[in-house]
């Protein structure tokens, strides 16, 4: 089961106060992350168990000093005559001791919980980056970026409190209401049953106002969820309130949702915020009976039970010992529950079904020879995309697609170098099936521009060097002078040393697109697969761009979305996609004498004078 | 956090402000209740139990009971007050930021992103909710306690108390010195968390680059750098911070033992009292709470400065361009001038100056009912142009003239309704197809939405929706197609019914012949309105009464069409370019549905 997610693609949103109940889901999910955690850290978790369990009877040991202190040294030293304080300090160089043992633990439990949980972080993140570079792209298209994103900081980071803090907390919590409750039985029997009695009614107004909170926190969820949707509608639609002069519309509108936001919040905060003070105060109220009940049984003249002041006194400091674990715990389990939120995506991304690749052919020499028969294809099942294709294609060719938008031309290309599967015919490349070869050798035999270009972190030479990582120098600058890049590359701050940041911000569209090109002239595959700029850009920088590419075509087999005249009236073959159809195929002349769709898209972008 | 910062956001409390101050004052009413039980349980212990007198165990007890629900009480109330003011306050906010970035111009927006934006409302706001709570409830409670329980000590026992005060104050050194190394290293933490971010975003975004190359392992090994750089820093200040832990426990048992060992000898001494012992007992571990939660609040306080800072930088924000004191009240005529306006986007770092369009002296002048076109490349500044017309910027230099008057003399909202801008970038609101051609006017009758449309040429197939003119358009108008969401932009516009019309590339997901077809509706249909066209294909615009070519921020040429071929070097050149071989193979939208 999915938590639902309110408050914008990561915020988990304010959770009811009190006990809460986990789902099956996210119990599965906290036992997995534990045993992902012990697979890696057994001994370290080991150990710090046993720290957390020493130091907590060290801490409760001071606790029941007091009672020592008063009872046997100071009621004997107090009735003696000549007082003599050596057991005194003895006992007190014990206690030292004991209680450097306990920050000795404790100090050691904290440092390897930090190993543990940034140790951690760390190996799931490079697990699911691994995973995630193996995914297919398909996967991508699915899921919005910034919620791929947001799995690596904010959803493993709610794990490092889960893990260094809640886990620690819990069990030292429980180890410290079995401990305090064994010595507080063997104190007096009567104080414990008045301290187990207010920790009861602790629970019980925690898990009653857990309960009445829920509903309000849901409503909270659904204006949380209305004002954020309502928020990002109006941001990103500003510039036109702005035209169209309705910004005291949009005022007015925002006004009536934040005010509903705000009573649901006040609703259900004003319950989650009274949590901590009637837990703390119920504290309080223990103590105070158990010095009024103790004091009683002390005086009674019955002395059914024998209780020393002493005892009194322990028991005052254990009660405490003994109820603030409880709301420490309901506090903890609130935060686990909230992070196995985080902890289920990260495993989701953990386990999405990486590409398959069950080739095993590898391609020594390709000739970049495409051949596609009888293709059938569609992203899903119900809804097929494209409807046998044929292409058939000699080495150095070069093939245009053109065809309206969703007439499939994308799809083609993106099944050549196998980022979608194609469910019915075959692919041949250098007549192998491209099902049988490797996907790093298919790839690598190809190199693609996408239209939208992606640069990477780094300078200018690694950018164009990501075609082929062991080309020199040289070879990169090269590339750049064949693709025309060179020119501008030089005017650059530090040439091709100028760092690129933010996915080549820096630049303008045409000079990333040529880098683009640049980085795949480098690769030097025998195919190339390229997505022309369609007219955004202006048309001298497209001029630039399109010598670039046509400069990288020359001599590859090239599989190319046409955009212009030139590219469309050079090709040696035409292919018009029209519904996932291939409707005409020929040369530019061939098909113009058909007269049929490729004529009319031909004369309807001619200019009429 | 700067004292600006501090104060914009206090005066958001607004309305709240009593419930703010109640909160502190009853949580402060609360810890002296609280702080008050255990002296009271030392006068229990000492003239009740020790003397064995019954009637003083009940007198104190009854005491200690009323302390203790009359700290329940106050505590509750302060839980509720506080959960007023607090979502008051983050309700005060929200609507702060809102109602600023209505007044932000088209510069101010620029300024930020739109995630940036809704971060900083929804996120940032929560964030500062809980730390406003916080602030109240414990932030008073913590020191309160910790100043309460110091003074009870020194009240029960002046000379023990001497152990407290010299214990705080090597506490303090301690924690001052981990703590304020420790946020050094947290701020480079937080550095590190941006370059992992990028390190991810590359893949995610490229991802197709990454398999193309087949550079998986490349980018696995790019991350891995990343990621244990993270891992390193963090454990070194997460150490750092863990130091905390034991030198406050150390102190704290260097109390416990030293108050043994000197109160047993008072005792003795008889100075001091069993019951008093006890009470400082408590006190240690009152002090050694407050502390804890201190050092928690300085987290906490770490993260939401942040918060606060970012929610500041849009309150703070000064909107460039406001309403004229004396404004005009009618736009008369639709004539444009501009008269030597310069302008540039004043980005600040050098790149984006250079590389975002400026303007430099143009100047020019169109008649009433004129129809313009307007080309150039990219970055030539024919959007800034059309910009300055309905004062979405203001220009550096010069003036820009609409109906005869500087346009800084208009009402903004007389202004922009006379100048109808479609913007390059557009957007549609989730609500019906009415609902969205009402912004342009909001009383505008169905008859007067379907002429609009009509002229658009988007009546015939709003008409074919299944609800027609009621059908629901989703949230950024995903299930139109770009051309229909372009012509329905264009309506909306129209429904304005002003004097100029722009159109910034308007028509580019439309193919030729609807595009024909619309400026043909526009000349017959608005004869008395100017309309100004900018467009990349030459055939949109070579029917206009004249052109207006731009390059690089200066008119280049500015007459007929043929003219220009005769006279304009650059005109002549992008219409070869685009006539000719090189032209433009743009293919009509399908338009229904995409790929996929």
């Not at chain 1, 686990?336 to 991304?349: C, D, I, Q, T």
């Not at chain 1, 049988?436 to 050798?441: N, V």
């Not at chain 1, 990288?552 to 018009?576: C, E, K, P, W, Y």
């Not at chain 2, 696995?220 to 820093?233: D, H, I, P, Q, V």
Request: aromatic residues 8%.
């Amino acid at each position: 089961m999915r938590q639902p997610q309110f408050g914008g693609p990561r915020d988990n949103g304010p959770r009811a106060a009190g006990f809460q109940r986990a789902s099956k889901e996210q119990r599965r999910v906290m036992a997995r992350l534990f045993l992902f955690v012990m697979q890696n850290y057994r001994w370290s978790i080991l150990v710090v168990l046993a720290c957390i369990a020493l130091s907590s009877v060290t801490s409760l040991a001071s606790s029941l000093f007091t009672r020592t202190l008063i009872d046997d040294y100071i009621a004997p030293l107090v009735s003696s005559a000549q007082p003599d304080y050596a057991p005194l300090a003895m006992a007190l160089l014990r206690l030292g001791l004991v209680l450097m043992l306990g920050v000795v633990c404790g100090y050691t439990y904290n440092r390897l919980m930090i190993n543990v949980s940034q140790g951690t972080m760390l190996q799931l993140r490079k697990h699911i980056f691994r995973r995630m570079e193996q995914l297919p792209v398909s996967y991508f298209d699915q899921h919005s970026h910034g919620e791929l994103m947001s799995v690596y900081t904010n959803d493993v980071d709610s794990l490092r409190q889960m893990i260094s803090s809640a886990m620690a907390q819990v069990f030292s919590s429980l180890i410290t209401i079995v401990v305090t409750f064994t010595s507080m039985i063997v104190l007096s029997v009567p104080l414990t049953l008045v301290s187990v009695a207010i920790a009861a009614v602790m629970m019980f107004a925690t898990t009653k106002l857990g309960k009445w909170s829920r509903g309000y926190f849901r409503t909270q969820q659904e204006s949380l969820a209305q004002v954020n949707g309502f928020i990002e509608e109006m941001v990103t639609g500003q510039k036109v309130v702005k035209v169209f002069c309705h910004e005291k519309q949009a005022i007015a509108d925002f006004e009536v949702i934040n005010e509903r936001l705000r009573a649901s919040a006040y609703n259900a905060n004003r319950i989650s915020s009274i949590v901590m003070p009637v837990n703390g105060n119920l504290g309080n109220l223990g103590y105070v009976l158990i010095a009024v009940v103790g004091a009683a049984i002390a005086l009674s003249p019955q002395q059914l039970w024998s209780v020393s002041l002493g005892t009194i006194v322990a028991f005052l400091q254990l009660n405490k010992s003994f109820t603030q674990p409880i709301s420490h715990i309901s506090q903890q389990i609130n935060s686990v529950l909230n992070a196995s939120v985080g902890a289920e995506r990260v495993f989701r991304l953990a386990d999405a079904e990486p590409e398959c690749d069950e080739g095993t052919v590898l391609l020594t020499e390709p000739q970049g020879d495409v051949d596609f028969r009888h293709v059938d294809f569609g992203y899903v099942p119900e809804k097929q995309v494209l409807f046998d294709i044929n292409i058939n294609t000699n080495p150095g060719q070069k093939i245009a697609f053109v065809g309206g938008t969703g007439a499939g031309k994308t799809t083609i290309i993106n099944l050549i170098n196998r980022f979608y599967d194609i469910q019915k015919g075959e692919i041949l490349y250098d007549g192998i099936p491209i099902i049988h070869i490797s996907k790093r050798s298919l790839r690598q035999s190809m190199a693609i521009v996408l239209q939208e270009t992606h640069l990477f972190t780094g300078t200018v030479l690694d950018n164009i060097r990501y075609g082929r990582l062991e080309a020199t120098d040289e070879e990169c600058v090269k590339a750049a002078q064949l693709v025309g890049a060179h020119d501008f590359i030089r005017r650059l701050a530090d040439g091709y040393q100028t760092m690129l940041h933010g996915d080549g911000g820096n630049l303008s569209q045409g000079e990333r697109q040529l880098l683009a090109i640049a980085r795949a002239a480098v690769a030097n595959p025998p195919v190339l697969i390229l997505d022309e700029a369609t007219s955004s850009v202006d048309t001298r920088t497209e001029q630039m761009v399109q010598r670039g590419m046509d400069s990288v075509m020359q001599g590859r087999t090239t599989f190319v979305i046409a955009h212009r005249l030139s590219t469309v009236r050079n090709a040696d073959q035409i292919i018009v996609l029209d519904h996932g159809h291939i409707a005409e195929h020929g040369t530019h002349d061939e098909l113009l004498a058909l007269r049929g769709q490729y004529y009319q898209l031909y004369t309807a972008n001619q200019i009429q004078d | 956090m700067n004292k600006s910062v501090l104060g914009t956001l206090v005066r958001q409390i607004g309305t709240y402000r009593w419930a703010a101050v109640a909160t502190p004052v009853l949580t402060a009413l609360e810890t002296v209740a609280d702080v008050l039980i255990p002296y009271e349980t030392a006068l229990l212990i000492d003239r009740g139990l020790s003397v064995g007198s019954m009637p003083d165990v009940w007198k104190y007890g009854a005491l200690m009971l009323l302390l203790a629900f009359l700290s329940l009480l106050l505590g509750v109330t302060a839980g509720r007050v506080s959960a007023y003011a607090s979502t008051g306050f983050a309700a005060n906010l929200r609507s702060a930021i809102y109602d600023r970035i209505q007044t932000f111009s088209f510069a101010n927006i620029d300024r930020f992103t739109t995630s940036g934006l809704v971060t900083r409302m929804t996120t940032d706001v929560q964030s500062l909710q809980s730390a406003f709570q916080q602030i109240m409830r414990v932030t008073v409670r913590a020191p309160f306690r910790l100043l309460l329980s110091v003074m009870m000590c020194l009240v029960i026992n002046p000379h023990l108390s001497l152990i407290f005060v010299v214990a705080l104050l090597v506490l303090g050194l301690c924690l001052y010195l981990i703590i304020s190394r420790a946020a050094g290293l947290f701020r480079q933490v937080f550095a590190q968390y941006d370059a992992l971010n990028l390190r991810v975003q590359e893949n995610v975004q490229g991802i197709r680059v990454v398999k193309a190359f087949v550079r998986e392992e490349h980018e696995n090994s790019k991350f891995e750098t990343a990621a244990e750089g993270l891992y390193r820093l963090y454990t070194r200040a997460e150490r750092l911070m863990a130091l905390n832990h034991p030198v406050m426990n150390l102190v704290m048992y260097g109390c416990i033992i030293a108050l043994s060992w000197w109160g047993a000898h008072f005792v003795v001494g008889g100075t001091l009292t069993t019951g008093q012992l006890t009470s400082l007992f408590t006190y240690i571990m009152s002090i050694l709470q407050a502390l804890m939660m201190l050092s928690m609040i300085f987290v906490m306080l770490t993260q939401s400065a942040a918060s606060a800072q970012r929610v500041c930088e849009v309150l703070h924000e000064e909107p460039d361009i406001v309403n004229p004191k004396h404004p005009l009240m009618q736009v008369t005529d639709g004539s444009l001038e501009f008269r030597n306006v310069r302008f540039d986007y004043g980005g600040a770092d050098g790149w984006q100056k250079s590389r975002r369009s400026a303007l430099y002296n143009v100047s020019f002048s169109i008649r009433s009912g004129e129809t313009i076109g307007i080309v150039g490349g990219t970055g030539s500044g024919k959007s800034t142009l059309v910009n300055l017309v309905s004062r979405l910027y203001d220009p550096r230099g010069g003036e820009v003239l609409v109906g005869g008057h500087d346009v800084k003399e208009y009402d903004l909202e007389v202004l922009r309704n006379a100048v109808s801008v479609v913007l390059q970038h557009n957007t549609l609101f989730s609500g019906s197809v009415l609902d969205n051609l009402r912004w342009g006017r909001s009383d505008a009758s169905l008859e007067e939405c379907q002429w609009a449309c009509r002229l658009a040429q988007a009546d015939e197939f709003v008409s074919e929706m299944p609800e027609g003119y009621e059908t629901r358009i989703e949230q950024d108008g995903v299930n139109v197609s770009g051309g229909q969401k372009q012509r329905l932009c264009i309506a909306r516009a129209l429904l304005k019914r002003p004097r100029i019309l722009v159109l910034d590339d308007s028509t580019s997901a439309c193919d030729t012949a609807t595009d024909a077809r619309i400026q043909r509706a526009f000349r017959e249909e608005l004869p008395g309105v100017t309309k100004i066209i900018i467009a990349q294909r030459i055939s949109s615009v070579c029917l206009c009464d004249r052109i207006l070519v731009m390059d690089n921020g200066v008119v280049s040429g500015f007459d007929t069409h043929e003219e220009l071929l005769r006279t304009n070097d650059l005109y002549r050149e992008i219409c070869a370019l685009q006539n000719a071989d090189k032209g433009d193979f743009d293919v009509p939208q399908t338009e229904k549905g995409g790929e996929g």
